[in-house]
């Protein structure tokens, strides 16, 4: 893990008087699954928005694999290497779970049947081969959060974004989500998680960085985390899962 795939410096991103995030650095080793953490309002999903060129930061510089990517357009990031879920999961409802994966697929193969292909086998990991002919829209909310990583999947990311995929998930669908996860991280993509439910951070996290009022308050293994009095206080004793 001593690669650097990404590299946060300074980051500042404002909305009005309101400082979302405040000179946020960190780094991400290739192979690594960092956990990001903090209260509502903390600027985790804000901080994800600048890494992937959704947002323009005021100050600070984001660099992937050594190349300085601040302020670079969605798609340019997306075709980088950097691939995200979002915390509200909208599949295309009137596309099949297997269409849904291969117009994301296209984007990296423009045959059809190499994207079909790659789609089927992206839908094996995830758990989802079964249901590969439903439409999406009559997926359960699990279906859902699965498809939606096999959709940034598609794009054939090194670097994979999760906000928040385990939130609404039972206990058993969340460990069973872990499993999965661990298992893509297996196959060499590295990770940052935006969650809340703490049995998902905890078991899948190498290291954690916590965020509270825009601001980086800790950081290391999710030990280091937990025992952390600062931590405890802004968030782990607010009674999260």
Do not use: C, W
Not at 49 to 58: A, D, F, L, R, S
Not at 143 to 171: I, M, Q, T
Not at 203 to 219: C, D, M
Request: zero cysteines; aromatic letters at 4%.
């Amino acid at each position: 893990m001593e690669e650097r795939i990404l590299e946060v410096r300074d980051v500042v991103k404002r909305f009005g008087g309101l400082v979302a995030v405040d000179h946020v650095s960190m780094d991400v080793y290739r192979g690594e699954v960092l956990g990001l953490i903090g209260p509502n309002g903390a600027g985790k999903t804000t901080l994800f928005n600048v890494i992937t060129g959704i947002y323009k930061p005021e100050e600070g510089t984001v660099r992937f694999k050594g190349m300085d990517i601040t302020g670079l357009p969605p798609h340019q990031v997306a075709k980088l290497g950097i691939a995200r879920t979002f915390q509200l999961v909208r599949p295309l409802k009137n596309f099949t779970v297997l269409e849904n994966v291969v117009v994301g697929a296209l984007q990296k193969s423009p045959n059809l049947g190499d994207a079909v292909e790659k789609s089927l086998e992206i839908l094996e990991l995830v758990g989802l081969y079964e249901k590969r002919n439903v439409a999406s829209g009559s997926l359960t909310l699990v279906e859902k959060k699965r498809l939606e990583v096999a959709r940034a999947l598609a794009l054939e990311p090194e670097l994979l974004l999760l906000d928040e995929v385990a939130a609404g998930l039972r206990p058993k669908e969340v460990d069973a989500l872990v499993d999965m996860l661990r298992e893509i991280n297996k196959r060499g993509i590295t990770m940052i998680m935006v969650e809340h439910v703490m049995r998902a951070v905890m078991n899948l996290s190498h290291r954690i960085v916590v965020l509270h009022h825009g601001r980086k308050i800790a950081e290391g293994t999710p030990q280091e985390v937990a025992n952390n009095p600062q931590v405890i206080e802004a968030y782990l004793g607010t009674g999260v899962e």
